[in-house]
């Protein structure tokens, strides 16, 4: 079986391996408590600046006073440039809640009406379908 890498571009698969030399560089040089928050998303070599995707305002804020550092250390580590980064805020995606199904309720008069039909009708399978429908009225 070939792997999906082998029909990308290759430019494509460069991005994606000097992304993820980016994310185990950087995950390191963070406090352990954002390490889950941050992951680098882009670099540009003319501006020679990486962007950052945080997913809460409060780790960009931390970021942001942070910056000269992680340039420094990003400097020694890679073997490119990094003389800036751009903190981008992008809230996680959760998936959504299934609407509850609500139980059909009927009136003890609907009920009623419903059993005196079942009680009319010669097909069994109707008759017992009725039956149980009428078990969902109010009690």
Not at 14 to 32: G, M, Q, R
Not at 40 to 65: C, F, G, H, K, M
Not at 78 to 91: H, R, S, T, Y
Request: aromatic residues 4%; contains cysteine; charged residues 25%.
């Amino acid at each position: 079986m070939r792997s999906i890498d082998q029909f990308l571009d290759s430019r494509v698969t460069d991005k994606k391996l000097l992304l993820e030399k980016l994310n185990t560089t950087i995950l390191p040089l963070l406090p352990e408590a954002s390490r889950s928050h941050i992951k680098a998303t882009n670099y540009n070599q003319n501006d020679q600046e990486l962007t950052l995707i945080v997913d809460s305002p409060v780790w960009a804020a931390r970021l942001r006073t942070q910056h000269k550092t992680i340039c420094n250390s990003l400097n020694s580590e890679l073997d490119f440039p990094v003389n800036a980064f751009k903190i981008k805020f992008q809230q996680p995606v959760k998936p959504r809640a299934k609407p509850k199904r609500h139980q059909p309720c009927l009136s003890n008069q609907s009920a009623a009406l419903i059993r005196q039909t079942a009680g009319t009708i010669e097909d069994e399978e109707l008759k017992k379908s009725l039956l149980r429908l009428s078990k969902n009225a109010d009690q």
